[in-house]
């Protein structure tokens, strides 16, 4: 009975909106079924910033935040290649970011930003901005956000060897581009202004599969 109890718990928890400040999701393992759906507070967006940190050892590609659109699978997906660089599609059309120090096993922190007007998107990566480069207009409409997988269809469509292993925490989102300054503050973990649509201290989420939702630590042991 503890056992069937249990799986219940890591297949699917219900929606929450919780404070998850000091804490990560931990996807533990590659597969198609593991992740986390979050619920907009808005769905129409004619600009975004998303911002993130994560840990992965992984060497082959995957997604880190997938935006799909009923009018396009790809409306705002960032995606780290097998190759060298970080891709930011809007729209299914991509622009890769290259030139970076992605490691593996490090704490990396991660934001971009479209807008629609200019159609111009730009990439932050450890508080290192990358150039502007253009990607496309027009609005998105009635969002399905996932973290964990990559979405080949509108809330769907997962493919596990895109997948997202490692840990992930601090996700927020905006509908409109952030300034630079405010950008530092989130590398530097100081004072932001939480996300309007997506905010890591008040996050409307619901899990599926094998996803742990656990404490982000540091260790300052002494003798």
Not at 44 to 56: E, M, N, Q, W, Y
Not at 186 to 209: E, F, I, Q
Request: net charge negative; with cysteine.
């Amino acid at each position: 009975m503890e056992f069937v109890l249990l799986l219940l718990m890591v297949t699917a928890c219900a929606a929450i909106t919780q404070d998850l400040s000091g804490k990560m999701f931990t996807f533990p393992q590659e597969t198609n079924t593991a992740y986390v759906k979050l619920t907009p507070k808005i769905v129409d967006f004619g600009a975004i910033t998303v911002c993130l940190r994560t840990i992965t050892d992984l060497n082959r590609n995957y997604a880190l935040f997938s935006l799909s659109a009923t009018s396009s699978h790809n409306a705002f997906l960032i995606f780290k290649p097998t190759t060298d660089g970080i891709e930011i599609y809007v729209h299914d059309q991509a622009e890769t970011f290259g030139g970076e120090d992605y490691k593996v096993n490090t704490w990396h922190s991660i934001c971009s930003t479209w807008d629609s007007v200019t159609g111009v998107a730009q990439l932050w990566l450890d508080n290192k901005p990358f150039i502007r480069k253009y990607v496309g207009g027009a609005r998105i409409k009635m969002p399905s956000i996932i973290i964990g997988q990559e979405q080949d269809s509108h809330g769907g469509g997962f493919d596990k060897t895109q997948s997202f292993v490692g840990m992930m925490s601090d996700v927020h989102m905006w509908d409109y581009t952030l300034s630079t300054c405010e950008i530092q503050k989130y590398m530097l973990d100081r004072n932001l202004t939480p996300g309007n649509v997506l905010n890591w201290k008040a996050l409307d989420y619901k899990t599926y599969g094998r996803v742990l939702t656990e404490q982000k630590t540091t260790c300052s042991c002494t003798e």
